[in-house]
Structure formats: C-alpha cells, structure tokens
C-alpha cells in the first residue's frame, strides 16, 4: 500500500501524495530528445502540448531544456535559459495552473525557472552535483525530486543497497541546506547507467526502497526508455505497451509520480490498477 504524502508549493495548493497516482507530462523543448526531440521547441507547440497533457489529465508539467540521453550534446546556462524561461512564462500565460517542474542540473536555470513560474527543481544528479541546487531550493521552499546518477555505478553493482547509500547523502546534503527531508522526492532514475538486469531488477524491488525512505515519496521514470526497447526491441514511438506495463509495476510497489510522454493512456492504466488495490470507488483517495 502506498504511504502518504504532503509536499508544499509556496505558489500553489499542497501536492498530496498518497493511494492516488500523479501523472507527470514530459515537455521537451528541445531539439535533440531521445523520443520527440524537436517537436515542442517552438513556444506554441510548447504551450499547445502543455494544454493537451492538461486536458488528459497531467497532475503535473515537467519541462526540460537540455536533453540527458546517451552522446547528447551539453547545453550552455543562456541557451538552457532561452529554452525554458519564454516556454514557462507562455504556458502561465495560456492560464495553465498546475505545477511546473524544471528538469535541469543547473542552478541559474533553477533559480530563473522558479521566477518564472517553476514550482518543483528535478534534479538528475540528485543534489551531488552544483552544491546550490539545494541551498535554491531552500531558499525558495520548493520541492526536489532527487534522481539517481552514479558516475561509479558498474556492472555488477547491487542496485538497491547503492541507491540507498547515494540517496542518503542527498538526504544529508538538503538538511544541510536548509531542505526539509519531507520536500525530497526520489527518483531512481531508470536507464541512467543501469544495465538491462538492473533496470528490471530495480524496479521489481521498488518497494524495498521506498521501505528505506518512508518520509519520501517515489517517483517512477520509465517511459519509453531503452530497458522496454532493449527488451522489445522496438523504437520509442513503439513503446507504449511496455511503459504502461512498467507505470503498472511501479504502482504496485509504491510509486506515487509517473514521469510519462502518453499522458491519457497511463492515467487509464493507474487508474485500473488503483482500483484493483484500493477498490473501484478510491478515484477520490489522496
């Protein structure tokens, strides 16, 4: 069952976490993404793809600004900004309420995105990166999700006792900050480094880490990734099935955000299996 969870937005109304999953909409405004590179970099189609995930029901925006697939190329901090700042200030605009989340590894952006109408810094190096993300984030009383990003990470590393390890220091690096341990969402961060075997074995043994961090809700990131490709064989724009199988799996072992491209489609899957754990008439559960 899934552990419950407030997280404060100094901007908007508490996200509560808890029995009912929250689907997270990936807006890449960005010319080179793994799967929709180059479709919503232009600020219309930014604010025209935020609007549809809305209307499918997108509990949350998470807009990103340098792609972190494999051979990508690095972002400069002003091109990152002249991405992201116009694309957050026109989906406002467009009267969009739900929360934003910035995904950047770069203080400045952070910090202009939280400005800008940000409400949540998604971090991929998980606060062991730029020493002020979290002093950011504290200053501005937002939330984190801290993902998991071992530059150490081998093939034969055992994932869960490493995750909990790195995501001890994150812990410690946002208290030293002035970050509540509450405001930190973990992110295990599927295919980042991660062999096949690992990727399946993480999240088979989901539940065994968030039984690690019980203050800490667990977000799950697997859409369209290459651990469904790999196996299946298929193309991103192929993986539909697989990922609704994985947002499934992560459910049940107690995941409470959903990062997804397909928006509509893993709202109907979460909502059959909450159904199934918490009984047909939960649509109201936090």
């Given at each position: 069952m899934?552990?419950?969870?407030?997280?404060?937005?100094p901007k908007r109304a508490p996200l509560v976490l808890g029995g009912r999953a929250r689907v997270m909409g990936i807006l890449n405004v960005t010319p080179d993404s793994f799967s929709d590179g180059g479709r919503h970099n232009s600020i219309d189609a930014?604010?025209?793809?935020?609007?549809?995930?809305?209307?499918?029901?997108?509990?949350?925006?998470?807009?990103?600004?340098?792609?972190?697939?494999?051979?990508?190329?690095?972002?400069?901090v002003q091109d990152e900004l002249d991405r992201v700042i116009p694309a957050i200030d026109a989906?406002?605009?467009?009267?969009?309420?739900?929360?934003?989340?910035?995904?950047?590894?770069?203080?400045?952006?952070?910090?202009?995105?939280?400005?800008?109408?940000?409400?949540?810094?998604?971090?991929v190096n998980g606060l062991h990166g730029a020493p002020e993300m979290a002093e950011i984030a504290a200053l501005y009383g937002v939330p984190v999700i801290a993902m998991h990003w071992d530059g150490d990470w081998v093939a034969d590393t055992a994932p869960i006792p490493a995750m909990i390890?790195?995501?001890?220091?994150?812990?410690?690096?946002?208290?030293?900050?002035?970050?509540?341990?509450?405001?930190?969402?973990?992110?295990?961060?599927f295919g980042f480094k991660k062999r096949l075997s690992q990727n399946y074995q993480i999240l088979r043994q989901l539940a065994d880490l968030k039984s690690a961090f019980s203050e800490q809700p667990l977000l799950v990131g697997t859409s369209?990734?290459?651990?469904?490709?790999?196996?299946l064989d298929n193309l991103p724009e192929e993986r539909?099935?697989?990922t609704l199988a994985t947002t499934?799996?992560?459910?049940?072992?107690?995941?409470?955000?959903?990062?997804v491209h397909d928006v509509a489609a893993n709202q109907d899957a979460l909502r059959v299996a909450q159904a199934t754990l918490y009984g047909p008439n939960s649509e109201n559960q936090s």
């Amino acid at each position: 069952m899934h552990t419950t969870h407030t997280i404060t937005l100094p901007k908007r109304a508490p996200l509560v976490l808890g029995g009912r999953a929250r689907v997270m909409g990936i807006l890449n405004v960005t010319p080179d993404s793994f799967s929709d590179g180059g479709r919503h970099n232009s600020i219309d189609a930014a604010v025209a793809h935020a609007l549809k995930m809305v209307q499918d029901g997108a509990d949350i925006i998470d807009i990103g600004g340098e792609s972190t697939r494999p051979g990508s190329q690095l972002v400069s901090v002003q091109d990152e900004l002249d991405r992201v700042i116009p694309a957050i200030d026109a989906i406002r605009a467009s009267g969009i309420e739900v929360p934003i989340s910035v995904d950047t590894y770069k203080p400045l952006v952070a910090d202009q995105a939280i400005q800008a109408g940000a409400d949540i810094i998604n971090d991929v190096n998980g606060l062991h990166g730029a020493p002020e993300m979290a002093e950011i984030a504290a200053l501005y009383g937002v939330p984190v999700i801290a993902m998991h990003w071992d530059g150490d990470w081998v093939a034969d590393t055992a994932p869960i006792p490493a995750m909990i390890s790195y995501f001890e220091r994150t812990l410690a690096t946002a208290e030293a900050a002035g970050l509540q341990r509450s405001q930190i969402i973990l992110d295990p961060g599927f295919g980042f480094k991660k062999r096949l075997s690992q990727n399946y074995q993480i999240l088979r043994q989901l539940a065994d880490l968030k039984s690690a961090f019980s203050e800490q809700p667990l977000l799950v990131g697997t859409s369209r990734k290459s651990m469904i490709g790999k196996l299946l064989d298929n193309l991103p724009e192929e993986r539909l099935a697989g990922t609704l199988a994985t947002t499934v799996q992560g459910y049940e072992r107690g995941g409470h955000i959903f990062r997804v491209h397909d928006v509509a489609a893993n709202q109907d899957a979460l909502r059959v299996a909450q159904a199934t754990l918490y009984g047909p008439n939960s649509e109201n559960q936090s």
